[in-house]
């Protein structure tokens, strides 16, 4: 199975070239790896928990969002890329991992912490101003990784308490419900990828104010942008310390290692800040302007992006429909067939089993097995090969009494009673078939116990 890389990106803002180095470029290069299923999705729920006040904004962020990360070369038929409140099954995941993360996890999550830590510090209500939607985003960003059984997650420093709560709500899930439902999923951090330093040297970040625009205002914004990069009071013609100025961090950002080389040493030699600004610029315009270009097309055309996006929801569906259908099922939001009657159903019993049935046979070996089989005829189990006919019979049995669990395999599945399999569902075509498969299955095997009462 390939490896599922996800990741987020809340729509509250307009990318910089800081967003684009050290979050859209990498996650694009990470998509093109073999072996690799991306599914990268704006986080536009989790964008309402800051900007209530701004509904304006949100709508504008996803719109250029979108755009920025589909002209930087996202490719949408390779990914999955979608909109998180396309998909209802995330908040529908997000409900029954809500019911078993406690409380107590939530208390300690940073962002809601650091609210309650201000608040304190003014000597106010320490919950002041702080929303459910607050308090809860961690669980919604589990709902978002574990709807899809992501592996690897990169996401910055300041999310990785988000990922071990993640794990833990999936190991909570699994356990109670007696099951490996949730792939555990792991943080990747990409140390590597620098943090692009602002104008002024600090962090590139919106709340700094010292961003340089990645697309927005055209050429002219990214050039006058540049020319206020801050730099030392150093004349042209007097060496520069290149390795302490940001200019030449952000130059290197971009360049190949072999031209970094040559402007450190242009620079080291007495190249004025100015040249160097006009390199910086011309070295930002050749990596930039044909993907501005596309951004500007992109963006003159939203119901083109629309169609992107939907078309990315209906593919991540595809996974995340038959796979609440199968949580669903095991919290216990079942077809009511499907319940177990406490009092002796009297008519209803055979109707109960839907028609499910097991069927014994002898294998070419000579063996004793059984399969289960759907009304229709679909084998929904085969039993492993047991030399004693009792045996199987009492497999069978035990598949209708004692619990089951059910395990993907591949695109198969396995049956298993305490801790032992018994049998195997065949492969599937794909793994939304085969999950939709292991829901037919558990479904037939409680009605077969409720009609056995
Ligand atoms: N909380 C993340 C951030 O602010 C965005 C996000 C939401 C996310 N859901 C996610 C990231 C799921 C990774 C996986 O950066």
Not at 248 to 270: C, I, N
Not at 403 to 427: F, I, K, Q
């Amino acid at each position: 199975m390939n490896t599922r890389v996800l990741t987020g990106i809340t729509t509250s803002g307009t990318p910089h070239l800081g967003n684009y180095a050290g979050a859209i470029r990498p996650a694009i290069q990470a998509s093109e790896q073999p072996g690799v299923d991306a599914f990268f999705f704006l986080a536009d729920y989790h964008a309402l928990i800051k900007t209530t006040e701004d509904p304006e904004r949100v709508a504008r962020s996803r719109l250029e969002i979108a755009a920025t990360w589909l002209a930087a070369g996202l490719d949408p038929e390779r990914v999955t890329f979608y909109r998180q409140s396309d998909i209802p099954e995330i908040p529908e995941l997000c409900w029954l991992l809500t019911c078993v993360t406690p409380k107590g996890l939530m208390n300690r999550a940073h962002a809601y912490k650091a609210a309650v830590d201000q608040n304190t510090e003014k000597g106010i209500e320490p919950d002041d101003g702080v929303s459910m939607g607050l308090f809860s985003y961690p669980v919604l960003m589990a709902a978002d990784i574990l709807l899809f059984n992501a592996h690897k997650v990169p996401v910055g420093r300041d999310q990785i308490q988000h990922l071990e709560m993640a794990r833990d709500i999936a190991q909570r899930f699994n356990h109670l419900y007696g099951d490996e439902y949730f792939v555990l999923p792991e943080v990747v951090i990409a140390e590597e990828v620098a943090t692009l330093p602002g104008l002024d040297g600090r962090k590139m970040s919106k709340s700094y104010n010292n961003t340089i625009p990645l697309f927005e205002g055209g050429a002219s914004a990214l050039r006058s942008a540049v020319m206020r990069i801050v730099t030392d009071s150093r004349q042209p013609g007097e060496p520069k310390d290149a390795e302490n100025s940001h200019l030449y961090t952000l130059y290197r950002a971009f360049a190949s290692a072999e031209a970094s080389a040559s402007f450190r040493q242009a620079l080291e030699a007495g190249m004025g800040w100015g040249d160097a600004k006009q390199a910086l610029c011309d070295l930002l315009e050749r990596d930039l302007a044909a993907m501005r270009e596309r951004y500007v097309e992109l963006m003159a055309r939203p119901e083109r992006i629309e169609e992107i996006l939907m078309a990315g929801a209906e593919k991540a569906r595809k996974l995340a429909v038959p796979f609440m259908a199968r949580l669903r099922h095991a919290v216990g939001l079942r077809r009511l067939e499907a319940v177990r009657q406490s009092a002796p159903a009297k008519a209803g019993k055979k109707q109960a089993s839907r028609g499910a049935r097991f069927v014994s046979f002898r294998d070419e070996s000579g063996s004793f097995r059984f399969r289960l089989l759907a009304q229709d005829g679909e084998e929904l189990l085969c039993s492993i090969a047991y030399a004693d006919p009792k045996q199987a019979g009492a497999v069978m049995r035990s598949l209708q009494s004692a619990p089951v669990s059910l395990r993907a395999e591949g695109l198969g599945y396995a049956a298993m009673v305490n801790g032992a399999t018994v049998a195997h569902g065949p492969d599937r075509a794909d793994e939304a078939t085969r999950d939709a498969a292991m829901t037919r299955t558990s479904d037939a095997l409680a009605a077969l116990a409720a009609a056995q009462e």
